[in-house]
C-alpha cells in the first residue's frame, strides 16, 4: 500500500532478460533500509525487490518486471536511462499524506496540453473510454506514482474523458511530472473508493 507521495526519483540503470525483465533501478536511498522483498512503487507500479547493493544515497535495488506489466504501462518505461518515481511502502502509523494508492496501473493515459498558470503548470490528460467513468473532479487520481486532485473532467465522445491537473512548482521539482510534454504516455490508477462505488453501482444496476 502506497500514498502517492514520491521519496525518490530513480534511473533505470540496465535490464536484463526477454520476456520478463529483471530491471537494475539507482536511486538515492540507504540499501540497509532496503528489505529483500519488500515493495517499491515504480512510476505507480508495485514491484518486488529481489536484490540490493551500493552505498547510502548511492543505491540500487532489482525488480522483476513481468510481461503482462510491460504491456500494462507506458511503453519504454524500462528502457536504460528512464526516470522511475520511487515510493515505498506505506508503514503503520506513518502520515497518509496523499491517498490511498495500490501500485496497481489501471491503464494508460496520453498528455493532451500543459499550459503555464502563474508558478505552476496545468496539465491536461486524456483517459480512456473505461477509466473515465472513475474520474471526477475534486477526486484523487494517481499519475505516474504521484497523488494528485482532479481539477476538471470534460467527457468526450466515445466514452474518454479530459481531465485536467495542478502541478505546483515542488511538485514538478521532486517528481518527473515536471518534464511531462504533449503526447507524452502516463500511467493512470484510480481511486480505490471509486473503484467500489462503481462496483456497487453496476450490481444494483
Known sequence: MFTGIVSAIGTVRETRGGGDLRAIIACPYDPAQIAIGASIA???????????GGSAGEA??????SGETQNRTV??????????????ALKLGDELGGHIV???????????????????THVVIKAPADLAP????????TVQGVSLTVNEVNDLPGGACLFTLNLIPHTG?????GTLKTGDKVNLEIDVLARY????QSLRG
Open 42 to 52: 515504480c512510476s505507480g507500479v508495485c514491484l518486488t525487490v529481489v536484490e540490493r
Open 60 to 65: 540500487w535495488f532489482a525488480v522483476d518486471v
Open 75 to 88: 511503453p519504454g518505461m524500462w528502457a536504460q536511462g528512464a526516470k522511475l518515481n520511487l515510493e515505498t
Open 102 to 120: 495500490t501500485g496497481h496501473v489501471d491503464g494508460v493515459g496520453t498528455v493532451h496540453e500543459t499550459t503555464p498558470a502563474g508558478d505552476s
Open 134 to 141: 472513475f474520474i471526477a473532479a475534486k477526486g484523487s487520481i
Open 173 to 177: 521539482d521532486v517528481t518527473t511530472l
Open 197 to 200: 462505488l462503481k462496483r456497487m
